[in-house]
């Protein structure tokens, strides 16, 4: 679920076996993208268990560029209601990993944007009796650096969720009655950060057909 952006005119495919034998230009050894803020909200939905996911970053290009599109792992490809919440997005898309982010320019080495979307997330709980758990982790970046993260999960209105962080990022967690916050700093490649929350006062009878075992492949 890694997030990478497209490197313009990299080198000519003529030149790629020249290329791997050379020793890296010291350009393409430093991080091409910095991740200066990471801020995720979820909120289950009691109808038919899917997830409300919100996204906003604050993104600094690096090195190179320009950057037109970024992509933001998703769990699976079952998204739906995908809606650009800042005017800078052009249009969205997604697959089975990633939510593609087109913007409506491009941004060169130095500049920082912010952009912010949303969408409702499908098989995401898993039934044991009367009992639904979900187990939630955004996106994480493999080969760029997140400054500050902070990951919100919101109990459905009338729920208490018993509700544990799961992440390796270091972060913090601060449970309050109705939600959980997780904040995180310097935050290294890879690292992620997530949520285990367990319902056992379920209002609604959820469908096994729509759970996270049964997630389509495509």
Not at 55 to 69: H, K, N, R
Request: charged share 20%; aromatic share 10%; proline share 5%.
């Amino acid at each position: 679920m890694l997030t990478m952006r497209k490197i313009l005119c990299r080198a000519l495919l003529c030149l790629c076996l020249v290329l791997a034998l050379a020793p890296v230009p010291a350009a393409y050894a430093q991080d091409l993208d910095r991740i200066e803020s990471y801020d995720v909200d979820v909120t289950p939905d009691t109808q038919d268990g899917s997830l409300r996911i919100q996204v906003t970053l604050e993104w600094t290009v690096l090195a190179e560029g320009p950057v037109s599109w970024v992509k933001i792992g998703v769990p699976n490809g079952s998204v739906r209601d995908e809606e650009a919440l800042t005017d800078n997005i052009e249009r969205l898309s997604f697959d089975n990993s990633y939510m593609y982010v087109y913007l409506d320019r491009a941004y060169k080495q130095g500049e920082t944007f912010t952009f912010s979307y949303r969408w409702v997330q499908e098989y995401m709980y898993t039934l044991s009796g009367n009992t639904v758990t979900f187990d939630y982790t955004p996106g994480w970046f493999d080969e760029a650096r997140v400054g500050e993260m902070t990951l919100k999960w919101i109990d459905p209105a009338g729920l208490i969720g018993d509700l544990t962080a799961a992440a390796d990022a270091g972060g913090t967690a601060a449970p309050q009655t109705g939600m959980m916050t997780i904040t995180a700093s310097d935050l290294g490649y890879g690292e992620t950060m997530g949520v285990h929350a367990v319902y056992t006062d379920w209002p609604t009878v959820l469908s096994s057909d729509n759970s996270a075992v049964n997630a389509p492949n495509d």
